[in-house]
């Protein structure tokens, strides 16, 4: 595994576990009153995106 595929999936990992976070506990929730659940989906959805557009675009070049 390479720098810049570590760097993908880590990325990606990190937005679906900052969105779990502060979706699913209390962290945060005196800062983010109203919008922890909206951010929360929004950075699970981000992190879910990246991960899969690495993915499609890591089996489209190995088929080649």
Request: net charge positive; no cysteine; aromatic share 12%.
């Amino acid at each position: 595994m390479d720098l810049r595929t570590a760097f993908a999936v880590g990325m990606s990992g990190f937005y679906v576990l900052a969105g779990l976070v502060i979706g699913l506990t209390p962290f945060a929730s005196d800062v983010l009153p109203s919008y922890r659940p909206a951010l929360a989906m929004v950075l699970t959805g981000y992190g879910l995106l990246r991960l899969l557009l690495y993915w499609r675009k890591r089996r489209r070049d190995a088929s080649t």
